[in-house]
């Protein structure tokens, strides 16, 4: 038996399916996968308040998921291990290894960029940037994009993701990546900052995911809502950059997680009353497997 992910509908006592909306928390409800238990987890705040957590439905307590289930932790892995399964083994962003632990390669994006003439920090701003969106681009990297946003997505939908921390092991360029510089979720903003400005980031430049909920539609980009990184008024404001056509399919105040190669800011700005500061941090977009929606059913 496993335990499982966070979930946003279930079966009815009348064995209909219905979402969290429509969920009471006296109502009868299960598992639309395998018939466990469910209880409906009201919306609550944390971290002194300041960081709102959706209401949301999980295992009832002493139960579990049937290992089958597609709400357990290695039905998707499994199912995102399969995205690659029709490309070349030496390409496949996520792989299992004989010790049962998953590896993802987070060095495609590099092989890639390697493949090209110049390295993408050569050569003058527009063709780099020219050269960086047809590497991020090519149909090639979706697999690759849809892996690492999907597994952010499962570390974010576990009550606890020190269990995908267990069984990933990420590589970049040769190297480990600890799993907490790849994924950025609730409650990270001053880490994730520190992160971006680290000699070790800004060496490697490697691609990270992050949580965030677009705001405002600006010219070019979505701010996203800012989150308060120190108790001492510093806020982190993520903006997404794109293309009109990409930036029309993330909806304004939904959770989205992000996979790209997000840059900070090299110092705060201040309010003009100087009472606050804000980290702007970015990422460009340039497909739409770098971005996944936070409630939605991928199994």
């Not at 609550?44 to 709400?71: E, F, T």
């Not at 190669?261 to 970015?282: C, H, L, P, T, Y």
């Amino acid at each position: 038996m496993a335990k499982g992910l966070k979930m946003y509908r279930a079966r009815n006592a009348s064995g209909e399916i219905v979402a969290i909306s429509q969920a009471m928390a006296n109502q009868s409800l299960s598992c639309e996968g395998c018939g466990a238990p469910i209880s409906y987890v009201s919306p609550y705040s944390r971290g002194g308040g300041k960081i709102k957590v959706a209401h949301h439905l999980r295992l009832a307590k002493g139960n579990d998921h049937n290992d089958d289930c597609k709400y357990t932790l290695e039905a998707q892995l499994r199912y995102l291990s399969a995205i690659g399964n029709d490309i070349d083994v030496s390409r496949r962003p996520l792989s299992l290894l004989a010790n049962g632990k998953y590896r993802l390669r987070l060095n495609i994006i590099h092989d890639r960029f390697k493949e090209f003439a110049h390295s993408p920090r050569g050569g003058d701003l527009e063709s780099n940037r020219a050269r960086t969106a047809q590497v991020w681009s090519g149909d090639m990297l979706a697999p690759y994009c849809r892996t690492a946003a999907g597994l952010a997505r499962i570390a974010e939908l576990l009550e606890d993701d020190f269990v995908v921390r267990r069984r990933i092991e990420v590589t970049y360029r040769a190297s480990p990546i600890d799993w907490s510089h790849l994924y950025f979720g609730e409650g990270n903003a001053g880490r994730l900052v520190r992160y971006l400005r680290s000699a070790r980031y800004t060496k490697s430049w490697h691609p990270v995911a992050l949580l965030v909920r677009p705001k405002i539609r600006k010219e070019g980009h979505l701010q996203c809502y800012a989150e308060e990184a120190k108790h001492n008024a510093i806020y982190v404001v993520p903006r997404i950059c794109a293309q009109p056509h990409l930036l029309s399919q993330l909806d304004l105040d939904r959770d989205y997680l992000v996979f790209g190669q997000w840059f900070a800011s090299s110092e705060s700005r201040r309010s003009s009353d100087g009472k606050v500061a804000f980290d702007n941090i970015q990422v460009e977009v340039h497909q739409k497997a770098q971005f996944c929606p936070l409630l939605e059913n991928w199994v």
